[in-house]
């Protein structure tokens, strides 16, 4: 039997493609599957992967088998620069977001590749690092027991939480409202919170 080699001057060569070429809802399907390192690796490229890259995370296109991140808030970097350290890499990437301000956030928790966050003004909000896409969810005075207090000046200064009776649902006038600065109102109106699914599916119910 005769034998078959490759042969050097093969008139195919991985060197002869032009990977920048490539069609863009290919690429955006590889980058979807991508984890973080490749993902931003990918996006460095050439300018025709970046843009997909960029469509990628505008998209809310990624894996959701991401490999654990450290995320925090460096003193290096601007306030609203959130930077991910890649545990298994040791390699870090920084990502921009709108505002509010990152590094005023607290950082609640974590599920399906999304952090949750609470700004200075106890507002909840969804974000995911990735794609940079961020969900606000309804703020605390949206509840019915709940009021927004105000210096003299106008400024904001906190909450005030009626007292409701559980059976009637009526409003406790009796009772001096419960008082509430806003660093405390971070800690009281949202102790644990719960994601029933990936929100960038849509139809995610947050507890």
Known sequence: MEKVSASDDSPYSSTDCDWSQLQADVLLQI?????FPDLFSSGAVCRSWHLIYLEARGLRLCSPNQSPCLV???GDRDANTATLHNMSTNK?????LSEPAFRTRHIMGSSYGWLITAD???????????????IAMP?????N???LRYTEEGVLDGYDVL???????DFDTETEPYHLTLE??????????????DPSQGNCTVL
């Open 31 to 35: 980058f979807g599957t991508l984890d």
């Open 72 to 74: 925090y808030s460096s």
């Open 92 to 96: 870090l990437y920084h990502v921009t």
């Open 120 to 134: 200075e003004r106890s507002n909840l909000i969804l974000v995911n690092p990735a794609t940079r896409a961020q």
């Open 139 to 143: 703020p605390p005075e949206t509840m």
């Open 145 to 147: 027991n709940v009021r």
């Open 163 to 169: 007292f409701m009776d559980l059976f009637s649902s």
């Open 184 to 197: 405390e109102a971070r800690f009281f109106f949202s102790e644990r919170v719960v994601l029933s699914c």
